[in-house]
């Protein structure tokens, strides 16, 4: 079974903060990792995509991506109360199909003001 | 504006009873998915298709079923729903990998 790994938290940070948001996954052949923002009641919403090792950025927020440990991590800096949501974790298997995304359970983050 | 869509938003229904959820999509994405939410188990796949009268099994399809006769369009039917599906669905197309999600039908089944 292909498995995606997230602390389900809450992890909490004060406004300002670095929140760090981490995800491990099982198959050593995955290609294609994604974080997902999900508010309460609301669909998960796109923010962060990462396909080679190393680090992406993308204004506050920066994917970090280590194949050989099987770790993807998502920083968002100087976080704000509105940053207050559930995080996906996705990834792409190795021969998978566009279809075939599949999810980590989400960390909940709570900023603090 | 580009958007996935899905109807209906909010539905309770009782055991047995068939039904559809549609979704439709704007963006002539050639993928789509269907996904349900359940708390603590996250979001599972229950089918998905890469084309016009392409689908195939997702994680959890058993009591479910889905067609795609036009590309943008791609409904979910559950033939004889049961309690045990009562979940927040989520369908999804995709442009590349990326994959953009409708708003959600929260469904009961009592």
């Known amino acids: 079974q292909k498995e995606v790994e997230q602390n389900s938290g809450p992890l909490s940070v004060p406004e300002g903060a670095i929140a760090s948001l981490n995800c491990t996954y099982s198959d050593r052949g995955s290609q294609s990792f994604f974080w997902y923002r999900q508010y309460s009641g609301k669909s998960p919403e796109l923010i962060m995509f990462?396909?080679?090792?190393g680090d992406k950025e993308d204004g506050r927020f920066t994917a970090q991506l280590n194949k050989a440990s099987q770790y993807v991590s998502l920083l968002i800096r100087d976080s704000q109360p509105s940053d207050s949501a559930t995080y996906l974790c996705a990834v792409v298997n190795y021969g998978g199909s566009q279809g075939n995304l599949i999810f980590g359970k989400g960390t909940k983050l709570s900023v603090k003001p | 504006e580009a958007q996935v869509t899905q109807n209906p938003r909010y539905l309770i229904t009782v055991t047995g009873k068939k039904l559809t959820v549609t979704c439709s999509q704007n963006m002539n994405h050639e993928y789509m998915s269907w996904y349900r939410q359940d708390p603590g188990l996250g979001l599972r796949q229950i089918y998905y298709?890469?084309?016009?009268?392409?689908?195939d099994k997702g994680d959890v399809p058993e009591g479910y079923k889905v067609s795609r006769k036009e590309k943008r369009n791609f409904p979910l039917i559950l033939e004889s729903p049961s309690p045990n599906q009562t979940s927040l669905y989520f369908c999804a197309s995709s442009l590349g990998r990326a994959k953009f999600f409708g708003p959600g039908t929260r469904l009961t089944v009592l």
């Open positions: 298709s890469m084309n016009v009268e392409v689908t």
């Open positions: 990462i396909y080679s090792n």
